[in-house]
């Protein structure tokens, strides 16, 4: 059974820019949830979807953003990118519905900002 | 809130055991366990929810303390394989939100 798939997996971008990045979750799994990850600070969260609905949400300025589609494949967007933005995200879905369920994992998308 | 996970790092022989500590300053409602390869996706390793619940997967065990709102990760006889970089995340009661730590580096050496 194919994993999450996650789209563009590295991209490298300037200040002031703005990126969208995808996530496809596993056929069934209805809960997206993002994360940030940073060689200093672990895996922050970003926020979750759940049917199309934002149902958590991390402390992240308003930049970062999120949808979700109905067939349940989710995409963030970071606008005006600063230099700290460079990580790596993670897409996590999750069979339950719930954010805090099993998650899956994947390979996440290294966003560069030069 | 971020739970504080410790050690950092952590070096291993072959065989050898280690436990890694979570800890939070509010009431949980449950701890998670992932593990990520050098390159990899976090992979689940376990959910304990509260009620000091012991769980095990392979030779890795953990055990959760609610009153104390922390959680241990055991790992015994270690191998090779388990070397990678352990994060705890933990689920405020009612938060419906997962909240993961800084993680722990554990390399297992021959």
């Known amino acids: 059974k194919a994993g999450v798939t996650q789209t563009p997996r590295y991209l490298i971008k300037t200040r002031g820019q703005q990126v969208t990045l995808s996530c496809s979750p596993i056929s069934g799994h209805r809960s997206v949830s993002w994360y940030q990850q940073t060689p200093g600070q672990g895996l922050q969260f970003l926020f979750e979807?759940?049917?199309?609905?934002?149902?958590n949400k991390g402390n992240f300025p308003g930049r970062f953003s999120g949808r979700q589609f109905s067939n349940s494949r989710s995409e963030m967007n970071v606008s005006t990118l600063e230099l700290g933005d460079s990580a790596l995200y993670l897409c996590?879905?999750?069979?339950?519905?719930?954010?805090?369920?099993?998650?899956?994992f994947g390979e996440g998308s290294r966003l560069t900002v030069l | 809130q971020q739970p504080v996970q410790s050690p950092q790092a952590v070096i291993l022989r072959e065989g050898e055991d280690a436990v890694i500590n979570c800890s939070s300053s509010k009431a949980l409602y449950s701890v998670h366990w992932y593990r990520q390869k050098h390159g990899e996706a976090p992979v689940f390793l376990m959910i304990l929810l509260k009620g000091g619940e012991q769980k095990g997967h392979e030779k890795i065990s953990a055990s959760f303390n609610e009153k104390k709102q922390q959680s241990s990760l055991y790992l015994t006889a270690s191998q090779l394989s388990y070397s990678g970089t352990y994060f705890c995340?933990?689920?405020?009661?009612?938060?419906?939100?997962?909240?993961f730590g800084k993680g722990t580096k554990l390399t297992v050496n021959p």
């Open positions: 979807y759940f049917s199309e609905t934002q149902r």
């Open positions: 995340g933990t689920e405020e009661g009612g938060s419906e939100k997962l909240v």
């Open positions: 996590a879905t999750s069979r339950q519905g719930r954010n805090t369920g099993e998650l899956f």
